[in-house]
């Protein structure tokens, strides 16, 4: 009976600590919240509180805590003290993985760039925990400042011949655009779903308003990141140095499909692709794998030796196995843009099959825009009524710049040209025509309403 009363006082003491211990994180954690947000430095000493005592009790303590640390960083009296918080930083990064395992924080990458965007470390020291971070927590491998930073770094050693091979800085280029790829794709794909509801004609609500900017925002921060790695990497990646350099590794690799489809992406992306060797490549990628990605590949190839209709077979049989809607729609604008010339029937078609399937595709609706504007001469029974399809193409700019940030500017201002180019208003007035429809009877087959004024 007396071991039963003891093991049960134990049980309550220890209960009774517990709740105490509780009570004591909750409070602590509350007050550096409150230290944080009024970027109060005091935050740090609760922090450190925290991480002594409460080292598991919320995972809030680290995110929380990473901002209490860059608080002490930014008011650092000198480098020395700077780069201790900084290095206590990467340590707390490290204790939320450690209590917190899988919290999809994105720690190991956040280390890197702690390092970088403080000054702290040397660039070699940055590149291999951004490269530890990319090869073992690859899927919260998500912020577009370190994909360029670990890029930049590879190619900046390359340069200052510390060991990197040109072939390396392809593959890391290759590797680092996929991400890029899938990361956009993401976003990409939840800013088509607000698309899909406002073109349904429901409004969106202010928490979806907001969300969509956002969305915006992040694709625009992508789209800058790409376009600078492309520039870095453009000096590496001229025909004249890719053709030796592919046809040296051919032979070793031509069973090698993801080799081969590096190798034809980049030949086609330099617009090295009419070369015989981008032919050899193709056929033996088709070989080893009839893919979206090699069909592609031979629908370019047949275009180059001006066989357009197995071209199409190709690019349409690439668009119907991919599954991407993003890769998708690329193809089918690939086609629109190769009918432009010749067929603006058929390339309308596919413009709109692009959007069909990827509903922020400006480009798409940029490209109906210039087909309407170079047809002018081909519908509308006089002057006036031709020049007014220019609002229609216009119009259809408007709609890019809507639903595509990425191409705004250059959507815009393709806008006013057309409006520039088409009746002003004293034609306007003159013609009698304000506020009437506009038919245009034509292989358009679509309307326009006259400004009023």
Partial sequence: ???????????????????????????????????????????????????????????????????????????????????????????????HDQYFPNNGAGNKMKKGLALFENKVGTSDEVFQLLDVAFKTDYANFKYAKAIYVYFEILVNNHKANKGIELQQVFDKYDDLTKKLDEEEEELSNEKDVLLNKEETGQALTDKENARKARLENNLDIFENVRNDMDNVILELSTCTKLIPFYQKGFEQNKTNEEWLKRATNRLEAKECDSDPLFSKMSEALYKLNPSAEAAEKLGVVEYQRKNMTKAMEYFNQAANLHTDNTKKANIYYKIASLYSKSNKVQSRNYARKALQVKPSYGKAYLLIASLYGSSINECGNDQFEKRAMYWLAAQYCNKAAAVDSTIKAKANNDAAKYRAAAPSKTEIFQSGKAGQRIAFNCWVGESIVVPNL
Avoid: W
């Fill in 1 to 95: 009976m007396k071991t039963k009363l003891t093991l049960l006082f134990i049980a309550a003491a220890s209960f009774f600590v517990q709740a105490q211990n509780t009570e004591a994180c909750t409070e602590t954690l509350s007050l550096m919240a409150t230290s944080v947000k009024s970027k109060d430095a005091s935050a740090y000493d609760h922090l450190t509180t925290l991480r002594k005592d409460c080292p598991s009790f919320h995972k809030s303590i680290y995110s929380q805590g990473e901002f209490a640390i860059k608080l002490k960083i930014e008011k650092a009296a000198n480098p020395a003290e700077k780069e201790k918080y900084v290095r206590d930083l990467l340590k707390l990064y490290d204790e």
